[in-house]
């Protein structure tokens, strides 16, 4: 599912227009981007969590000419699943 499937799914099951639902989802996630850039967490219940975590720098291969190189330390996004998304996922 892209963005826009997402968009005309929800439009669908509220009634609202497409239009209203785009500007509601591209609003949400322009929080949650803000609230993670910031270092927050981000926790909907039922759904999961969108955190930030920390890769330490690392040696890696160039694979096109075998030459090590090192890999500079980053931030990461996380999303753990919340326990109702973990069972919906793996009900039979």
Known sequence: MNK?????AVAAGTGESKASTGEA???IIEAVTA??????T???IGFGSFSTGARAER???NPATGQTITIPAAKTV???AGKAFKD???TD
Do not use: H, M, P, S
């Open 35 to 40: 609230a993670v850039t910031r270092g927050e």
């Open 25 to 27: 989802v591209d609003a």
């Open 4 to 8: 826009q499937e997402l968009i005309d």
């Open 59 to 61: 040696t890696g291969r």
């Open 78 to 80: 996380k999303f753990t």
């Open 88 to 90: 919906a996922v793996n």
């Open 42 to 44: 981000v926790q909907l």
